[in-house]
């Protein structure tokens, strides 16, 4: 492994928050400013990819910004467990770019300068903790992240946006000043690093039951994760305008969240002390928990977005779950989901907020026909579904396989279980919605039997998305090698 | 010799000579001199500082007296950094705060203008000195001028605001003076490095324990500790905003440093933590301070009033830091100095052009806020975030030196009160956004309902106050990311 010195992650970084001025000054020339999110998003997917063979060979790119303490500066290093991270974000912020602008014109949104500028505020900041080499980096732009998306979250400004901002905000910053930070200064006060490696950073300077608080201290601190139960903010978030659900209540916030769960156990711990201390059991327990309880709650849920969330909630923790499984097939697993859930996620979100600016409907029993109104929007559907309970030929099965390998592999028939019974309540909860779309009788049908789909640039997008989803089956290589990589150099390294 | 240490004093003094003759005689005169002087003092406190990181410590004796009988100015890494930090807001919040002053006190402003020269002068001068009675009469001259800049600002409410201001910063000045009197007649010598060399000879002895303790109660009084903190809420929000701009983030913060230096330069650390047995005390102190500051501050309905309060709280941060008795604790709180004063700068100049355009800043009354002043919000929001401690603001990078200290002292309340007020501050600042943010509420519920896009009118503070808020809010990013730096060449060397 080599360690290339390059300015490229920090560019990737900064042209989305250097375009912000841009977007802000040509607000009144909506065309002109979405072109400017097009171009930022575009120049900054490519500066990704242009570190992916390099990552793809092995190699790792650093770069160190600014040193604050011995072991702790705020320093970027391009691992393949932040690339494909990043790949995933910065690729799907154009697609949801372009959804944004479908969505937004056509349901007549206010204040759209700021909507796109603190959107790509937050991206800038999701790539920022995708390439950060150390705690205190990653915690710096999980902060950002944070403050971006409020304004976003409380988007409309009413009563409801307000209610749900100050729950968004209570869980996600009480969680990471109250828990995140000490434990963090509670790493660096006991070794004097906190740089990511996958040795971890400890040696003997934790027992077991301080060992088992610290970790726990981050697994619930990082509450962007949806861990119950810390996970409330994310249904009420649901209150923000579609692509933000989409983007980032489906991708860029909540996968930061898992991303620096899964970043604390194979960097700061480091998976064989963790093994060492049996304590992957305790994490893979709570994430079974909001596996299965929030499956349940989504059974119930009639708001199509709130159901989604929920769905949300149980996906998150299968990632989580993957990495406390400690095995190298579950790890996979687990950090393919990342991906696989991201793309399967986007493509439902974009198909509720599809159906919401064709029709204004958010509930899913004033749904019945509305596959004979939006037959391509549907079918989308039905793909993303798939590939987020887990059937070929759709990604999602990719990872789902390989984290029930990884149970086998770990022997945790527990954990097994615990996967099947949720892909069946994932069954459970998405294909009424897909079978009453299609299988009704006339007098049922809510809907005309004409074809009148959302706008093109609603309806372009979620079928990118899906099309990727059904894609990723068949060619799941970049993500599937990257997390492979990463995990050969977590456990074999 | 060069003569910098005196100049950045002098250059404010002679100022305010001048200016205090042209505004009886010619009153256009008056902010061009006050202004230019205040830039001499910024020049020649960069000169100083540059000549402190280059060849050290510099003793600079006033007139040619030889120490310890004529008066010292004994400028190392830690008082140039906070020489310069003065010098600068001085300046800065001058040119901020000329329409503030045309606007608050339009007949008087050319004694303001002396005054606040005078307030100026006299920090400058508690933290250059190296004497002890010197510091005291630096600490009258600066106190003296903020009674009456207190005085000059609301009339109904800052006279008594003022009064009660006076009296128990007369009793806060008279415990100094009293405790350097035990002093002198211990050691016979006022001379801080003279004094140092004589007290691990007389550790034992009870009338130093006395003087210590007289002293820094003293400047407890003066930089509002909790509960010495009464005077502290009603003065700086009722003075006049020119003033509360510069009052609020330096007087208490030059006072902290004046602790510090009596700590380690006067008595020396050795006295404070292993002779005397009361570290543990005081840390406890901060602790209630940073609590009670942050709980007075969620009761307040007015934003003045509560950041006073959020003074307090911080003012918690940086004497239980300097309690507790490590090195990492004690670069907190110094680091601290540095970034609160910008922070509370930052936040109170925001607020002076919320003053400006809105008379009365009640939070009810900040409704639609980002939208009439978006740039003065937008450096508000910045500071707020370094108050709450978000990285990479300075806020967070002093609070994690501070948490780092508390935690090898073992000093966990003390740790667990900054979180706890990291969030108190979220809650503060939060309620204060909302309604900025939400209200006047929209009359729709979202969706395709859009009650704020004619909502309301841009009307921004003068450009003056705009830029000098823009440099400060960039400052604050600035100072934090190269905190390494600043603790690497200030306050190691000045610890070691």
């Known amino acids: 492994m080599e360690l290339i010195p390059s300015i490229k992650p920090l560019l990737a970084v900064l042209v989305s928050l250097a375009v912000i001025p841009v977007l802000v000054s040509s607000s009144e020339k909506p065309n002109v400013r979405e072109a400017w999110t097009f171009v930022a998003g575009t120049v900054k997917f490519l500066l990704v990819v242009s570190m992916l063979p390099a990552v793809m060979g092995g190699n790792q790119i650093v770069l160190t910004l600014f040193k604050i303490a011995p072991g702790a500066d705020i320093a970027f290093r391009v691992d393949a467990l932040g690339m494909l991270f990043a790949l995933v974000a910065s690729s799907l912020y154009i697609v949801t770019s372009m959804y944004s602008i479908g969505y937004m014109r056509g349901l007549n949104e206010h204040g759209q300068t700021r909507f796109v500028s603190f959107f790509a505020l937050a991206i800038s900041a999701t790539i920022g903790a995708a390439f950060s080499a150390n705690l205190l980096t990653l915690y710096l732009f999980y902060e950002i992240l944070s403050l971006a998306t409020y304004p976003l979250v409380a988007h409309h400004q009413d009563a409801k946006s307000r209610i749900s901002g100050r729950r968004y905000l209570t869980f996600i910053l009480g969680t990471s000043i109250g828990l995140v930070l000490p434990a963090m200064i509670w790493c660096y006060h006991a070794t004097g690093t906190l740089e990511f490696s996958a040795a971890g950073i400890f040696t003997d300077q934790l027992s077991k039951p301080s060992a088992t608080v610290l970790l726990l201290m981050f697994v619930f601190g990082f509450a962007k994760a949806g861990i119950m139960p810390f996970h409330s903010w994310l249904p009420a978030a649901m209150v923000a305008p579609t692509p933000v659900s989409a983007l980032l209540h489906a991708v860029a916030v909540v996968k930061v969240g898992v991303f620096s769960i899964a970043r604390v156990i194979t960097g700061i711990f480091g998976i064989e002390f963790l093994a060492s201390f049996d304590l992957g059991a305790i994490v893979a327990g709570i994430a079974s928990v909001t596996i299965l309880v929030s499956s349940g709650i989504a059974l119930s849920q009639d708001e ?183 995990v050969n150099g977590f456990i074999g390294g | 010799m060069n003569n910098y240490p005196a100049l950045v004093v002098v250059a404010p003094l002679l100022g305010a000579l001048f200016a205090g003759i042209t505004a009886w005689v010619e009153d256009r005169f008056t902010f061009p001199i006050v202004l230019t002087s205040l830039g001499i003092g910024v020049a020649a406190a960069i000169s100083n500082m540059a000549l402190v990181l280059t060849s050290g410590t510099i003793q600079y004796k006033m007139a040619g007296w030889m120490p310890p009988m004529g008066i010292e100015y004994r400028i190392d890494t830690l008082n140039a950094m906070v020489m310069l930090l003065v010098s600068v807001i001085a300046f800065l919040n001058l040119a901020a705060s000329y329409w503030n002053v045309r606007q608050e006190t339009p007949d008087r402003a050319g004694s303001f203008y002396v005054m606040y020269l005078l307030f100026v002068v006299g920090l400058l001068g508690v933290v250059a000195t190296g004497d002890l009675f010197n510091l005291y009469v630096m600490i009258e001259i600066t106190s003296l001028s903020s009674y009456t800049m207190v005085a000059l600002g609301d009339k109904n409410r800052a006279p008594l ?336």
């Open chain 2, 161 to 496: 605001a003022a009064l009660n201001y006076i009296f128990i910063g007369v009793i806060g000045a008279s415990l100094y003076l009293l405790g350097v009197g035990y002093i002198y007649i211990k050691t016979g010598s006022l001379n801080m490095a003279d004094v140092a060399t004589m007290v691990p000879h007389m550790k034992e002895s009870s009338s130093l324990l006395v003087a210590f303790i007289l002293c820094i109660i003293g400047v407890w009084i003066k930089m509002a500790l909790f509960p010495l903190h009464v005077w502290l809420p009603n003065a700086y929000a009722y003075a006049p905003v020119g003033f509360a701009r510069i009052v609020a983030p330096l007087m208490t913060k030059v006072m902290v440093y004046a602790m510090v230096r009596l700590m380690i330069s006067v008595f020396g650390m050795d006295y404070v933590f292993n002779t005397l047995d009361l570290a543990e005390g005081v840390v406890w102190m901060g602790t209630i301070a940073i609590l009670a500051g942050g709980f007075m501050a969620l009761s307040q309905k007015n934003l003045k009033k509560m950041l006073t309060y959020i003074i307090v709280c911080e003012i918690g941060y940086m004497v239980g830091g300097a309690w507790l008795g490590n090195e990492l604790g004690m670069t907190g709180a110094i680091l601290h100095i540095l970034n609160d004063a910008l922070m509370t700068f930052a936040l109170f100049l925001a607020v002076g052009n919320m003053v400006y355009k809105l008379d009365r800043v009640d939070i009810a009354d900040l409704q639609g806020l980002f939208g009439k002043m978006p740039w003065t919000m937008a450096g508000f929001v910045l500071a707020a975030f370094s108050i709450v401690g978000v990285p990479p603001t300075c806020g967070f990078f002093s609070k994690w030196y501070l948490i780092l200290g508390a935690f090898e002292a073992g000093a966990y309340h003390f740790a667990a009160a900054l979180l706890i007020s990291s969030l108190i501050c979220a809650v503060l600042f939060f309620k204060v956004f909302e309604v900025c943010f939400f209200e006047p509420m929209s009359d729709g519920h979202g969706d395709g309902h859009h009650g704020h896009d004619n909502a309301v009118a841009m009307a921004e503070a003068p450009a003056s106050s705009l830029v000098v808020l823009a440099i400060v809010s960039v400052s604050l990013i600035a100072a934090g990311v190269y905190s390494g730096t600043i603790v690497d060449t200030v306050i190691l060397p000045f610890l070691r």
């Open chain 1, 304 to 486: 199509f977005k709130r159901r989604l969330a929920y769905s949300t909630i149980g996906q998150l923790s299968y990632i989580v779950l993957g990495a406390a499984l400690l095995s190298p097939k579950g790890v996979t697993g687990g950090l393919l989901h990342i991906a696989m859930h991201a793309f399967g996620k986007i493509t439902l979100f974009f198909c509720a907020g599809a159906i919401f600016v064709a029709t204004g409907k958010k509930y899913l029993s004033q749904m019945v026909g509305i596959g004979y109104r939006m037959p391509v929007t549907m079918t989308a559907f039905f793909i993303g579904a798939l590939s987020i309970i887990g059937l070929p030929p759709t990604g999602g099965f990719i990872s789902k396989w390989h984290l029930v390998l990884g149970t086998l592999e770990g022997d945790q028939m527990v954990m097994l279980f615990v996967l099947l019974t949720s892909s069946l309540l994932n069954a459970a909860y998405f294909m009424p919605i897909f079978y009453k779309a299609f299988f009704c009788t006339k007098e049922e049908a809510m809907f005309e039997r004409k074809v009148d789909e959302a706008p093109m640039m609603c309806v372009i997008p979620l079928v990118i998305t899906a099309l990727i989803s059904f894609a990723l089956f068949f060619a799941p290589q970049p993500f599937l090698d990257l997390a492979t990589l990463a």
